[in-house]
């Protein structure tokens, strides 16, 4: 089974609630040495996050984002002189947040990074309550399986398991993550089906295609 968010997010996680001031969400960022935290309402929910971009702003001051109101909505820095002046977390937090439910794939916590352009993702359950957290580096870990498991996926579970093929027929070698995988499958179909399901086992970062084609 593909592993899940659940399997690699960090469950201790750092996080303030919107009445929480702006000195005290810059101490607690030095303290836990993270650049962003989820913020919690009573009820804790996540309904925003506040990172240290948003806290910029205070520094940059007002000043920059002044101008005809017209000006102002059209470069959106309404919103940006609003955060300059704010002093909690609710006011300084982004919205709406990005979420991800612990059931969800690693294939899909990093396509909504990737789309998202954000390096941590807040988890939460079905009542949107903070459950974990998972970042670039957790989504990444999948390629840290040993050689040695992700060859024995491609045998058992694709080779003879998904193809019902004789593993004894074919060669599997992993050295860093990299497959190759040598044989002579029934046809050209089906060694292309088994070279693209290889490319999707976790762990896998390239395949070699040293299979003998029957065309």
Do not use: W
């Not at 007002?62 to 006011?91: H, N, Q």
């Not at 990093?110 to 939460?124: E, F, N, Q, S, T």
């Not at 949107?128 to 579970?157: H, T």
């Amino acid at each position: 089974m593909d592993s899940t968010v659940n399997d690699v997010m960090t469950r201790s996680v750092a996080a303030v609630r919107e009445t929480v001031g702006y000195k005290e969400i810059v101490t607690m960022m030095q303290r836990c040495q993270v650049s962003s935290f989820p913020v919690l309402d009573a009820a804790d929910r996540v309904v925003g996050v506040v990172s240290e971009a948003d806290l910029l702003f205070k520094e940059v001051g007002p000043e920059p984002f002044t101008g005809p109101a017209g000006s102002l909505r059209a470069t959106g820095r309404r919103g940006e002189r609003a955060k300059a002046a704010a002093v909690t977390a609710g006011e300084l937090m982004s919205t709406p947040v990005v979420t991800i439910s612990p059931d969800a794939s690693l294939a899909e916590a990093a396509k909504m990074m990737y789309v998202r352009r954000v390096k941590r993702l807040p988890v939460v359950d079905d009542d949107d309550r903070l459950v974990g957290v998972i970042s670039r580096v957790d989504v990444l870990s999948v390629f840290a399986r040993p050689d040695e498991q992700i060859r024995d996926d491609v045998i058992k579970k694709v080779i003879a398991g998904e193809f019902s093929l004789d593993p004894n027929a074919f060669g599997v070698a992993v050295a860093a993550g990299i497959v190759t995988v040598t044989g002579e499958p029934d046809s050209d179909t089906v060694a292309l089906r088994l070279l693209d399901t290889v490319k999707r086992v976790e762990g896998v970062i390239d395949v070699r295609d040293k299979l003998s084609h029957p065309s």
